[in-house]
């Protein structure tokens, strides 16, 4: 069984920046997508981040593009989200999550309901 637990979440002014952290256990297999979601107060959840094996596959929302990174440390079974340039329309309670093991190769998947395990989300405010 795969767990994830996120920290790093806060409040930070515009302009700012912060990095989230996924730490994961249980099976992770290689061909797995993993990947950084976001809902608002409001809003559905949305995808931001993802990769599958290696971050050279990493694959962002529009929204974020060039200002937030995703990366891993394989040693740490850790999934990080490097967020920059901040903005309080990111305010969010963000959720790492993995899934998508058997989707054909080439894909990409930013739907939510592809992912098969999530973390318990941690929030993050952005004050204008």
């Known amino acids: 069984q795969v767990q994830l637990v996120e920290s790093g979440g806060g409040l930070v002014q515009a302009g700012g920046s912060l990095r989230l952290s996924c730490a994961a256990s249980g099976p992770i297999y290689s061909n797995y997508f993993m990947a950084w979601f976001r809902q608002a107060p409001g809003k559905e959840r949305e995808f931001v981040a993802n990769?599958?094996?290696?971050?050279?596959?990493?694959a962002y929302a529009d929204s974020v593009k060039g200002r937030f990174t995703i990366s891993r440390d394989n040693a740490k079974r850790t999934v990080y989200l490097e967020m920059n340039s901040l903005k309080p329309e990111d305010t969010a309670v963000y959720y790492c999550a993995v899934g998508g093991r058997f989707a054909p190769y080439g894909s990409n998947l930013r739907e939510s309901r592809n992912y098969d395990y999530w973390g318990q989300g941690t929030q993050v405010t952005v004050s204008s």
């Open positions: 990769f599958r094996g290696s971050v050279s596959t990493s």
